[in-house]
């Protein structure tokens, strides 16, 4: 059982920067590939970026590659998402997403086991 927690979301104006934060219980993090999801009012949970377990590879959705960086930091289980730059339209509430399966991280929700209870950013205009 893997438990996640995330931090740092709140209220931004356009233009501004958040880091958000997510806590992995246990101890097998490192061998986890991590995401990250967010999910808008009517709207189905949408891939952002995910890492591979060292954090070597990193992946992003067009619409926040540039602006968004993941990052891992194994040593204190904990996955990371800074977001610049930021839009209105990324407004929602920000999920992360742990895959235990020791594969490569993909962009679909269904490949991630454990997920956090989520953190909303609200980015005003």
């Known amino acids: 059982q893997v438990q996640l927690v995330e931090s740092g979301g709140g209220l931004v104006q356009a233009g501004g920067s958040l880091r958000l934060s997510c806590a992995a219980s246990?101890?097998?993090?490192?061998?986890?590939?991590m995401g990250w999801f967010r999910q808008s009012p009517g709207k189905e949970r949408e891939f952002v970026a995910a890492?591979?377990?060292?954090?070597?590879?990193?992946y992003y959705a067009d619409s926040v590659k540039g602006r968004f960086t993941i990052s891992r930091d194994n040593a204190k289980n904990t996955v990371y998402l800074q977001m610049n730059s930021l839009k209105p339209e990324d407004t929602a509430v920000y999920y992360c997403?742990?895959?235990?399966?020791?594969?490569?991280?993909?962009?679909?929700?269904?490949?991630?086991?454990?997920w956090g209870q989520g953190t909303q950013v609200t980015v005003s205009s």
């Open positions: 890492l591979n377990q060292s954090g070597g590879r990193t």
């Open positions: 246990g101890r097998a993090f490192t061998r986890y590939a």
């Open positions: 997403a742990a895959d235990t399966s020791w594969g490569m991280p993909g962009k679909s929700a269904r490949e991630y086991d454990y």
